[in-house]
């Protein structure tokens, strides 16, 4: 299946967007958009900034007349853009629903963001616990900012995703949100170039929108998902390779297939009536998703009581955990003689992370001189960037067999 991304295009010539999947023979995946009646783990972000608190955000209750009337205006606007306590999240089945009443949408691999844009403007990005995240995409608020006037008091909910003109890259995303604000052009990829494009073979980030919950005034939070979308879609209707509304699909299973067979992470199935309900008190949304399979490198061992517990992993140069699952006893011992030959104690080497992890400040670990190649497979990569339940599938030459 080749994916055809129409009307939106990368500087660079990539294309990052919006509405079709095509099969190669033409058929299949049309892009066609679920219409309403009348016409889904769990990644948790990596929050910072706390200084953000919607806990003193002004009830809807509170009366704008009570208040100087500049002041009383935004305290009644920000009662009516509420921000949700969490956000609506799938919850994970193997199985995808099926029914005239599911549609399917792609599962992007990036970080959830809710956007609120206040009446004057105002730009404002929270995390999925709500935590204020504007100055870690600044790129994204500028580019809401400068459609600000034309979209109106608004409460969007969507994903931020490195997009490399193929598919999302979520270590890229996670280096982002690890800046914590500071230093943002020393993590940038090779085609960040900080001004708001995603120019040049290194992608950029984008924001994928898939949800209204306000508009203008009116909360929309109870109202069919149908009708959501389709008003989300009639919002953002003018193409922009930075921002723009994910697809929705009639066909799960012909979906996933392109999924499968294009490495991307997953198909979210939605009920068309559904209503926004926070978290997963719902049976309304799920998400089914692929294995993840790295190409990983191999730069420290974990010793416990002289043997070799487990293997360190670093992917793109970022710590990815530690995994054990798959390493033979055959193995371990082929690794405890060729790294320490007779039990010998080894020349300490520096631990090749910008900090130590966490979880290995109480380990011993031996760094290696040489790092070596390993293909793993597992459930996930968190938030933290750590790989979920990795297993070791095999060992790899210098360069990578795919």
């Not at 058929?27 to 679920?34: A, E, F, K, M, P």
């Not at 404002?124 to 870690?136: Q, V």
């Not at 490399?164 to 890259?169: A, K, T, V």
């Given at each position: 299946?080749e ?34 009646v ?16 919607p806990a003193?955000?002004?009830s809807?209750?509170?009366?704008p ?11 009644h ?39 609120r ?40 909910d ?29 993590i ?13 073979s ?10 209204l ?15 959501r979308?389709?008003m ?20 799960g ?6 999924v ?50 487990s ?8 710590y ?10 055959p ?5 405890m ?19 130590m ?46």
């Amino acid at each position: 299946m080749e994916q055809a991304w129409h009307d939106s295009q990368l500087d660079g010539g990539e294309s990052v967007d919006s509405s079709a999947l095509i099969l190669a023979d033409g058929s299949g995946l049309s892009g066609s958009v679920v219409q309403p009646v009348d016409e889904v783990q769990a990644r948790t972000d990596n929050d910072i900034h706390p200084q953000s608190n919607p806990a003193a955000m002004p009830s809807i209750g509170t009366k704008p007349a009570d208040l100087p009337r500049e002041q009383g205006l935004r305290r009644h606007e920000a009662a009516l853009l509420e921000l949700p306590a969490e956000p609506m999240a799938p919850i994970y089945d193997e199985r995808l629903p099926k029914g005239d009443e599911w549609c399917y949408q792609l599962k992007w691999d990036g970080v959830r963001i809710l956007t609120r844009i206040h009446e004057d403007g105002e730009v404002e990005l929270y995390s999925r616990s709500m935590f204020l995240k504007n100055a870690i995409y600044p790129e994204i608020v500028r580019v809401l900012q400068q459609r600000a006037k034309s979209l109106g008091p608004c409460l969007l909910d969507g994903e931020v995703v490195w997009w490399n003109g193929i598919r999302p890259n979520f270590q890229q995303v996670l280096k982002r949100e690890r800046s914590r604000g500071s230093s943002i052009a020393s993590i940038k990829g090779d085609g960040d170039s900080g001004s708001g494009s995603t120019t040049g073979s290194g992608g950029g980030l984008v924001y994928v929108l898939f949800d209204l919950l306000a508009d203008r005034g009116t909360d929309l939070r109870q109202q069919p998902y149908s009708e959501r979308y389709r008003m989300l879609s009639e919002k953002f209707g003018e193409k922009d390779p930075q921002l723009f509304v994910t697809d929705m699909f009639q066909d799960g299973d012909a979906l996933w297939e392109w999924v499968e067979s294009n490495q991307w992470e997953g198909v979210v199935s939605k009920r068309l009536s559904s209503s926004y309900i926070e978290g997963k008190k719902h049976r309304d949304w799920y998400k089914k998703k692929t294995a993840v399979l790295l190409d990983v490198d191999i730069v420290g061992l974990k010793w416990r009581s002289g043997m070799i517990a487990s293997l360190v992993m670093a992917y793109e140069g970022s710590y990815l955990g530690s995994v054990s699952s798959g390493l033979s006893e055959p193995l371990r011992k082929v690794l405890m003689s060729t790294f320490r030959p007779g039990g010998n104690p080894v020349p300490a080497l520096p631990c090749p992370f910008p900090g130590m992890p966490d979880d290995l400040k109480r380990e011993e670990v031996q760094w290696l001189h040489l790092p070596f190649r390993c293909r793993v497979t597992g459930l996930e990569v968190t938030s933290a960037g750590q790989l979920r339940h990795p297993k070791l599938v095999t060992f790899l030459p210098k360069d990578s067999l795919s």
